[in-house]
């Protein structure tokens, strides 16, 4: 896997093994809010109603769960992560078709 960013010493896992983001705009989200929406982009490839809506809320409750985080390393953390999972959740569901 190839990341984007260096954070702390460590390559990030923001790009898939391919080298593609889950998405386009992957690069561009530095921000929890670009990344809210970023994530709610990529629910919507997801293949049915019940699982948009289940990420959906995920997504809403770590938002919210984060909200108060202010040291700015632990946040492009965080994002680096959530764009890493998000990849791997399209990836799981997308090949099953």
């Keep these: 896997m190839v990341g ?3 954070c702390s010493g460590h390559r990030s896992l923001l ?5 593609m983001p889950p998405l386009a705009g992957a690069e561009l989200v530095h921000t929890p809010l670009q990344l809210y929406r970023y994530l709610l982009r990529c629910c919507r490839q997801l293949p049915s109603t019940a699982m948009q809506q289940h ?5 809403r409750q770590g938002y919210n769960s984060h909200s108060d985080e202010d040291d700015p390393e632990r946040t492009q953390m965080i994002i680096q992560r959530a764009i890493a999972d998000a990849d791997w959740i399209l990836d799981k569901y997308t090949k099953k078709k």
């Design 4 to 6: 984007a960013y260096e």
């Design 15 to 19: 790009f898939n093994q391919e080298g």
């Design 55 to 59: 990420y959906r809320h995920a997504i």
